[in-house]
Each structure stands twice: as C-alpha cells, then as structure tokens.
C-alpha cells in the first residue's frame, strides 16, 4: 500500500462537484503526485494504470478500460464550484486535456490551470491525508465526508472536533440537490454509508446526529 500523501486547500474540500468512485480516485491519484510546497508544478500527468490500481485496491484486469471511459464519458465535462476569496461563486472545469494509446495502455490528462492556486503553494487553509485512509472506500461520499472532517480536525488541532451543516448545504456540496427528497433516504443512501465505511477503513471515528433548527433538519458530526 502506497503512503502517499493528498494535500488540498479547504476551499476545494469544501467546494461543491459530483464525481463517481474512479472520478475521484483519478484526482487524487494526480494530487498525491504533487508537492504542494514547490512553486510550481506540472498541470499534465500520466495516470499508471498499475500504480492506480495498487494505491486504490483495484483488480488490475480491466482497469484501464475504466479509467479511460470514467475520463472521456464522464470526467472531462465535470464542474465544480466554490466561494473566491470575495464571497463570489466560481465554476470551473476539472480538465483541458486528455491523450490516450490504447495499444501502450497509455492515459494523460491536464488539469485545469485555473485549479492551480488550490493544488500548490498552499500557505494556509490546507488539509493533508494519506490514501491509504480513503483506498478501501467504495463510496465517494465517504471519501468527501472524510475530507470535511480531517479539515475540522486539523483547525482544532484537537483528536476530537464537531461541525454543525445544513442538510442543504451538504447536498448542494455533493450536488445532490435534486436527490433524495424525503431524509431518510438521504440517510439510508449517503450518510450512513459513509459512515460505516469512514469507520471501517480510515484511522477516525465518524458519527453523527441530526438536529432540528426552526423546522429544518441540520448535520452534526
């Protein structure tokens, strides 16, 4: 198991973006190649399909096959949005670029350079975690709750820390705005789930309960 380490800044943890497992898997794979401390960094990277398979416990057979169609269907017309240091929402795509060979197994992607700022040079407002805490995770909804709570455990400083969110904010996050109308849904199919598996395979404890606040229902970890 690799003990690469995955470092972002808050804004892109807590930026809102709808990806499945391989999609994330592929940005992370990319993050963990870079060190955020130099001043610059290459954009552009090959995905290895044997390293990608080892770093995530992946069977390795048809792997690239997926990788490649979670790229070219799906990933290369993501969009994530966040909050600029002026309070105003952004959107931007993940990617510009993608070259591949089907004959070498050969797959490169460029990331956005508007992402940048968010990747590298990160002064402060950052969160760093090994893959090896999220790679036995089959739902990207544990990998994003994870992220949030490593984030308000590192502002603490503290090996225990509690966050208050809407229930809307967290869907809009997870642009699942439009999914899971009725709570218990949302429960069943999101947040249990991710806890289950967070406690599972990470090295934190992740609970929660949900409190009523004039009506609306909020998450509290």
Known sequence: MSSKSITKSNALI???????????????YGISLINPKRKSFPLCYQVEISRFAEM???EHGQIYKEVKDAIQKRFWERDFSYEDENGKVVTNRWLTRI????????????????????????QSRF???YVEQIAGMKSVYSIRFYE?????LNKNNKNKSSFKLP?????SRLELTEKYARFSNFKAYVLEPARKE????????????????????????
């Open 198 to 221: 967070i406690n599972k395979h990470s090295n934190i404890n992740f609970n929660y309960k949900i409190i009523k606040l004039l009506g609306c229902p909020f998450f509290l970890m």
């Open 14 to 28: 807590e930026a809102g973006y709808r990806l499945s497992l391989t999609e994330i898997q592929i940005v992370l």
């Open 148 to 152: 949030l709570s490593i984030m308000h």
């Open 167 to 171: 229930i809307e904010k967290i869907k």
């Open 127 to 129: 969160t760093t975690y």
């Open 56 to 58: 995530f416990n992946r």
């Open 99 to 122: 070259t591949h060979q089907d004959q070498t197994g050969f797959i490169e992607i460029k990331f956005n350079e508007e992402i940048q700022p968010y990747l590298h040079q990160l």
